[in-house]
């Protein structure tokens, strides 16, 4: 886990609507170099957190990457891949195209993308962004056990390099493989937060897995 | 700002409109209904200008020009919110936009970049006036430079203003079809009101002057009104606006919120008269004496609105006055009631007060209108002669239109559909 100075830091943030407590006094923050993962079950908070997170004057220092976008379906990967980078000033990332094995895929309409393939590309795109911190929001789903053994190097590499990367992932056999810190939401609540060992010790169990921590928290 | 954001969202947004169905479907439609409304245009001024009374007065603007252009009016109408409404709400559903939010280039620049590709389609959806224009000069027939592109820039603000509603209708609501619904909503209301405004006078009647059909009827005039363009303007950047703040809202919207807000009080009262026939205007000795009175002119009309002796006077005389008498006040006093039967000896009278002197007529002609309120300003009237407008008959069959509109610009527009639509992406 990195050292250096939080990229991000919120304190404190509660969301309400409709009458609903959707989080709760969430404090939360992402370094440069670390993978630092939402977790929780459906309807926990993870992207209602990210989505207030991600508010436009901070646009200058994250990129986050909803769940459940296609976007430009009738256009083909190679031109949304371009066209992203364009408007970064950038050129595209061919590092990222070669780790989530885009390039057979380029030629192809976003429309007519399988529910992984689209994902990739969409990883692609947000890995494409000049912004150091980056939000994720469920980006293995979809992906079979090799794509998402690429994508996590990738991700990891990427971090190693100096990026901040916040994952939000239901998947936790996926999010113990690939996160370097934890943050456990529950109803809106944070449970817990911190690196698997510091988890395990609060469940009072140091062999738990991350689902049994979990459940010995909530 | 780095100018390969700008050219990336406008290029995408070209290659959006020009590949999608919609606006193919917009093109394939503009082709044959404006061939079908300039071949009987064409046809009907030639029979026209077969008959010596009506020859003399034939003019273009109202024989050619405005129903091959009432094609567009159909279009911007019905079919062009779909269009701009699409540009906008795609991006929204398919997730594209929240995305595109997070990118340096401000929201602006991608509304910006829609509009630029909308007017970029309107350009190309020209092509078949352009081309009725052509032939009608083949045919012979005559086309005053002025009052074409009065006519045209008319019809450019409408289109204008139609994007606007309906990118902030896009911006507005969740769906497409809401968006689609709402537009056609705002547009059979100003219709309502159009249609209450001219039996009526007060509010409505003030509110029925600026409808989008009513200052296109300005255009179609030959009258270039500063202030509806200005109003125009106004009203579209305030709905740009109001899609920029519902989508992202940022102060800097406010500032173009104010100027928006700002510009529709703005009333230069300039206008111009760029019909041929000079139709908006008196003859300049007449309008220079009316100019030079610098008293207040009160005109009260005992007239209902829906006396076709106020429409009459509405649109021959006071239309003129408007233009040129510096301080004109109008009152109509019965003008929200039917009084066309009521026993009232002041019905259908036109009282003018200038200062202290006062004059009561009956009469809607211009030259008598003219004379009493010269007279009554302690003016000469002028001589009037006879209009010097000619007249352009022309009787000549519309050759070559029906194969160019109903055979070649489909053909044309079907097979450049299909070639961009292959190629985007």
Known sequence: ?218 | MRWSEPRALVSKDLRELFGSTSYALLLLVAGPLTGLSFIAAVRNYTDASATTALASALSPLDGVLLPTFGAYDLLITFLVPFVAIRLLATEKSSGALRLLLQTPASLATQLGAKLLALIAGWIVALIPSAIALVLWRSYGGHLDPSETANLLLGLTLRYLLTCSIALAAAAAFANAASAAIAVLSFTIGTWAIDFFGAANSGWIATLARYTPAAMLRQFERGLLNADIVILTLAISLLLLTLAALILAPSKKQLIALAIGIALLFVRTHRSADLSEDRRNSFSPADERLLQSIDKPVDITLYLAAEDPRANDYERNVLTKLRRVVRDLRVAYPYGGRTLLFENDPRYGTIEYRIGAKHVVSRSTTEEIVLDELETLAGLTPPKRGEPAYPGYPLRAPPLHAATLFYAIWPLLVATAWLLCSRRTG
């Not at chain 1, 993962?37 to 990129?63: H, M, Q, S, W, Y």
């Not at chain 1, 056999?173 to 010790?201: E, I, N, P, Y």
């Open chain 1, 1 to 218: 886990m990195s050292e250096a100075a939080p990229l991000l830091r919120i304190e404190g943030v509660s969301v309400r609507r409709g009458g609903r407590l959707l989080l709760d006094d969430v404090s939360f923050s992402a370094s440069r170099g670390e993978i630092a993962g939402v977790i929780g079950p459906n309807g926990a908070g993870k992207t209602t957190l990210f989505e207030t997170i991600a508010t436009r004057d901070r646009r200058e220092i994250l990129f986050y990457m909803p769940d459940g976008v296609r976007p430009w379906e009738d256009r083909r990967a190679g031109w949304c891949l371009d066209f992203f980078a364009r408007l970064f000033g950038r050129e595209r990332d061919g590092e990222a195209i070669d780790a989530l094995q885009l390039a057979p895929l380029l030629g192809q309409r976003v429309r007519s993308l399988s529910k992984g393939e689209a994902k990739r590309l969409l990883l692609a795109l947000a890995l494409s962004t000049p912004q150091p911190l980056l939000l994720l929001d469920e980006p293995f789903d979809g992906l079979d056990f090799r794509q998402t053994r690429g994508a996590m190097e990738l991700l990891r590499a990427r971090a190693a390099a100096g990026r901040a990367l916040v994952l939000s992932i239901h998947q936790l056999a996926d999010a113990t493989r690939v996160c370097d810190r934890f943050l456990l939401l529950d109803h809106g609540r944070v449970l817990a937060q911190g690196d698997l060992a510091s988890l395990r010790a609060r469940a009072g169990n140091g062999e738990a897995s991350l689902e049994e921590v979990f459940l010995a928290l909530e």
